[in-house]
């Protein structure tokens, strides 16, 4: 099964344990909108490049389309199809006022230089333009997009449409960005853990916790939980990983990446390959990488007690299955990683009404609204006695439902 296909079969059982009509379950599952475009750029060396861009829009019942712009090979219709879907059910979960969207170029921005990114993102917003708006879809970044990405997006945009900082979040702190996302995911992944933890009468302090990926939401998330008080056993990147059972130093981790670019060669921990690492001595799991790194093939491996998925959809509906039997906790992606486009709302509040929220405020508000929606799905969970992730599509599919029904199908 691909992601989409297990997307869409939650959805159905959400649907089916609500008594959702059929014929507005039809309108949930499929996307209202996909956008492929050609991405045509010049080389520093003066070929011609030709890539594929995508902008898929997938529901807007409850507010504008809203999801990131992922930059990598892997870059399919079915796979940005199967996220922008996350979105909508993740904004749900928040209440935030936006729908679900998600794009992306199929191409590894390692292998091109600064100004062909740049010139590729401009070339692609510039084809997506008409799609996209402050109060129509708002891209925000995701795998291997980052502030300055954000940056070009505001700026390529504004070029048609004059000043429009509200158009993208994600943006640098110094354009219009907001102060705390950069590492809102990372920072909402230990709320949700915390009032999680909170239910079941446990503490973060002293936890072995190993997290996958260290990019934005991987390396926020070693940080935070470090500062938390939770032992960061493992971590890993594209490179390879590091392992240390007493906690490694993850502070030290992140400067060796600002000088480095990878994890390789650090001389913290001991090497650990990243297949080796879900399958760790640890009590909490952080998948905070890529899809699909969960499956039937290691999922009956996994020693964690929690897995919390900090990236999109990284265990198959397999895995979910044989995680569940073996009694391991998953806090489902559109629940735990919800805090980057929580954060992404307020950004879009504040370039809206032109005013700057202080970072103890954003902090503030994006604890309280995770520990919200921890509660919100707690709650859903003990009403139709499930998993949290079924209970988690239910609260989205019961949110989005209702609005799709008080607009009217007209
Ligand atoms: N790409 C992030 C996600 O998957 C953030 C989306 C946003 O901020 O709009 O949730």
Not at 49 to 55: A, K, S
């Amino acid at each position: 099964m691909s992601s989409l296909e297990y997307v869409q079969s939650y959805v159905r059982q959400a649907a089916q344990r609500l008594n959702i009509p059929d014929r507005i379950v039809r309108l949930l599952v499929n996307p209202d909108r996909t956008v492929k475009v050609e991405v045509a750029f010049e080389r520093d060396n003066g070929e011609v490049e030709t890539l594929t861009g995508y902008r898929v829009q997938h529901n807007n019942a409850r507010g504008p389309f809203k999801g990131g712009l992922r930059y990598h090979p892997t870059v399919d219709e079915n796979e940005v199809v199967a996220l922008a879907a996350l979105m909508t059910w993740k904004t749900a979960i928040v209440n935030v006022p936006f729908g679900g969207g998600k794009g992306g170029i199929a191409f590894d921005p390692d292998q091109y230089s600064p100004a062909e990114v740049e010139r590729a993102t401009r070339k692609f917003i510039s084809r997506i333009r008409e799609f996209i708006g402050p109060y129509t879809d708002i891209p925000a970044p995701d795998v291997n997009t980052n502030p300055q990405v954000m940056a070009w997006v505001m700026d390529e945009y504004s070029k048609y449409y004059g000043f429009q900082p509200a158009v993208v979040t994600g943006k640098p702190v110094e354009l219009h960005g907001s102060e705390g996302r950069l590492d809102a995911t990372g920072r909402g992944l230990l709320y949700v853990l915390r009032a999680y933890l909170e239910k079941v009468g446990g503490d973060l302090t002293g936890q072995r916790v190993a997290i996958q990926g260290f990019g934005n939401v991987g390396s926020f998330t070693a940080l935070r939980f470090y500062e938390a008080g939770a032992r960061v056993v493992a971590v890993s990147d594209v490179s390879g990983g590091l392992y240390r059972a007493d906690g490694l130093p993850v502070p030290r981790l992140i400067d060796w990446v600002q000088k480095h670019r990878l994890l390789k060669g650090c001389p913290e921990g001991d090497p650990i390959t990243n297949e080796r690492l879900l399958t760790l001595e640890c009590d909490i799991l952080v998948p905070a990488a890529l899809g699909n790194v969960l499956t039937k093939d290691n999922a009956a491996d996994v020693r964690a007690r929690i897995v919390l998925e900090g990236a999109n959809a990284p265990t198959t509906a397999e895995a979910d299955v044989i995680l569940q039997r073996r009694g391991v906790t998953v806090i489902p992606d559109i629940l735990a990683n919800a805090g980057g486009v929580t954060v992404s709302y307020f950004e879009w509040t504040q370039n809206l009404q032109q005013f700057r929220w202080p970072t103890a405020r954003v902090h503030a508000e994006l604890e309280s609204v995770m520990r919200q929606a921890l509660q919100d799905v707690w709650t859903m969970a003990e009403r139709l006695k499930c998993d949290l992730r079924m209970a988690a599509y239910a609260l989205a599919v019961g949110r989005v439902a209702r609005a799709t029904a008080l607009r009217g199908l007209q």
